[in-house]
T-cell receptor, first 114, second 112 residues
Framework: DSGVTQTPKHLITATGQRVTLRCSPR?????VYWYQQSLDQGLQFLIQ???????AKGNILERFSAQQFPDLHSELNLSSLELGDSALYFC?????????????FGQGTRLTVV | GEDVEQSLFLSVREGDSSVINCTYT??????LYWYKQEPGAGLQLLTY?????DMKQDQRLTVLLNKKDKHLSLRIADTQTGDSAIYFC????????????FGKGTTLSVSS
């Protein structure tokens, strides 16, 4: 168990809908990362937050947004869902990304858009 | 931009050594990582190497880094069926904060 908790584990929704994925980082970790894993694109970095502030953006679509709350948990919001958004979404956390080398991953949320 | 390349599949027999190779593009990467993903599970950090090192050994795992060729390899000695998984090479991205940039993963299949 990595200590990173993601909910829900599975989500099935229809095209055009909006969903929210939740991540609770390891205790003491200030940085949260979101990744999307799909068969064709592999693991793609989406966005990073550090202590409540956006730190870096990767290949995140405009239909997607995220935030990190004062208690450090994070949510990834996916809207106007398309079939191609079906993927495994991972959250990872680390203590201080500048000095710590390890990021710990949650088990992921499997999103299926039908 | 950063890009990490890996071969997609490797098949070995139990007891043999497995070598998974990776090339990366960002020469300023300070750390390079190997993660393991078992079916239905998240990614587990196996090991990492700092860029000023050539080699790192950790029990059955040996990481070799060739900075000149931007080549990273992971050797698993005495491979077991429980080692069957997807192995990801990753570098710490400079252009994306401190996020990791992953290769597409190498599926290791170990037969008995």
């Amino acid at each position: 168990d990595s200590g990173v908790t993601q909910t829900p584990k599975h989500l099935i929704t229809a095209t055009g809908q909006r969903v929210t994925l939740r991540c609770s980082p390891r205790s003491g970790d200030l940085s949260v990362y979101w990744y999307q894993q799909s068969l064709d694109q592999g693991l793609q970095f989406l966005i990073q937050y550090y202590n409540g502030e956006e730190r870096a953006k990767g290949n995140i679509l405009e239909r997607f947004s995220a935030q990190q709350f004062p208690d450090l948990h994070s949510e990834l919001n996916l809207s106007s869902l398309e079939l191609g958004d079906s993927a495994l979404y991972f959250c990872a956390s680390s203590v201080d990304p500048e000095v710590n080398t390890e990021a710990f991953f949650g088990q992921g949320t499997r999103l299926t858009v039908v | 931009g950063e890009d990490v390349e890996q071969s997609l599949f490797l098949s070995v027999r139990e007891g043999d050594s497995s070598v998974i190779n990776c090339t990366y593009t960002d020469s300023s990467s300070t750390y390079l990582y190997w993660y393991k993903q078992e079916p239905g599970a998240g990614l587990q950090l196996l090991t990492y190497i700092f860029s000023n090192m050539d080699m790192k050994q950790d029990q059955r795992l040996t990481v070799l880094l060739n900075k000149k060729d931007k080549h990273l390899s992971l050797r698993i000695a005495d491979t077991q069926t429980g080692d069957s998984a997807i192995y990801f090479c990753a570098e710490k991205a400079n252009q994306a904060g401190t996020a990791l940039i992953f290769g597409k993963g190498t599926t290791l299949s170990v037969s008995s």
